[in-house]
């Protein structure tokens, strides 16, 4: 038995220490590549010039339309998401009959499961056409219809955490609200929401942190202009659509332009993990705050 255990402590850990040796071989691919690229291009110019055409003949190093577009798709996904991810979780909870919860939630996290591809030519294919018939001027491609069919593919990332949050709150609150004579919809929104809010922010922070590092969407239905605006109606680029432009082989491997993707890259693993760390804080601060 004890030789059992042995095996299986030694798998967990081996398991834990190729995962560790993935992230650091990851970040040192990043770092490695990124540091020959800034040897070349200032990092102050990187940061605040306001144009990205590493690919032309004039040559701008500009990150910052990348991260506007980037920002501006995430943003119409979080606005489409957050509501009705939310309403779905409170409904799930508050109002929804067990046997309806178990048909139901299931049915929404199939959204998970559906090609981020798939989603990308329903957005540009459905999603555009039907925005065209009664909003003049959107472009072909836009930030708009991919901002919003990345929203629903969030949708079952936010409702379910969220209900999870919702679910973990002591049922003597909800008894509680009820006996000082709330109604349903009092208490859904007035205690059972406050009391998981820390679920739920979380909830919100790890679906920004995937769409920012969303690709095929906004590759097929965002375009790949790289401008700073917040427009939604226009063409934009993201970083991860550019990391996929230059990947596709069109530029020389260990060239400058070659190298702009892993300093995108960086940037990219520096926005995803500093979200990823405030849903760790904010989790752990709530927590140390009710225990």
Do not use: C
Request: zero cysteines.
């Amino acid at each position: 038995m004890r030789v059992q255990e042995r095996i299986i402590e030694g798998l967990l850990w081996l398991s834990a220490a190729i995962t560790v040796l993935i992230t650091i071989s990851i970040i040192w691919v990043l770092l490695s590549e990124s540091v020959q690229f800034f040897s070349e291009v200032s990092i102050v110019r990187f940061l605040t010039e306001k144009e990205w055409t590493p690919l032309f003949a004039e040559k701008k190093f500009g990150i910052l339309p990348l991260v506007a577009g980037t920002f501006l798709t995430t943003a119409i996904a979080i606005a489409v998401a957050l509501p009705i991810g939310l309403t779905i979780a409170i409904y799930l909870n508050e109002y929804a009959h067990a046997r309806f919860k178990t048909i139901i939630k299931p049915l929404l996290e199939v959204l998970a499961t559906i090609p981020t591809v798939v989603y990308g030519f329903f957005a540009l294919t459905v999603v555009t056409p039907f925005l065209q018939s009664f909003i003049p001027g959107l472009a072909g491609f836009n930030a708009l219809s991919a901002g919003i069919v990345m929203g629903v593919m969030i949708i079952p990332m936010i409702s379910s955490l969220s209900e999870d949050a919702i679910s973990a709150v002591p049922r003597s609150l909800r008894e509680a609200a009820y006996g000082m004579g709330s109604t349903r919809l009092q208490t859904a929104f007035g205690v059972m929401v406050p009391a998981a809010s820390s679920g739920i922010l979380v909830s919100v922070i790890l679906a920004i942190s995937r769409a920012v590092g969303e690709t095929m969407i906004v590759a097929i239905a965002a375009g790949q202009q790289p401008r700073l605006t917040l427009n939604p109606l226009v063409p934009i680029e993201t970083i991860t659509t550019y990391i996929v432009q230059v990947s596709m082989g069109d530029v020389p491997h260990g060239s400058l332009e070659y190298r702009t993707i892993f300093a995108a890259g960086m940037t990219l693993f520096v926005f995803t993990f500093l979200l990823n760390n405030l849903s760790f804080w904010i989790k752990k601060k709530y927590q140390e705050k009710y225990d």
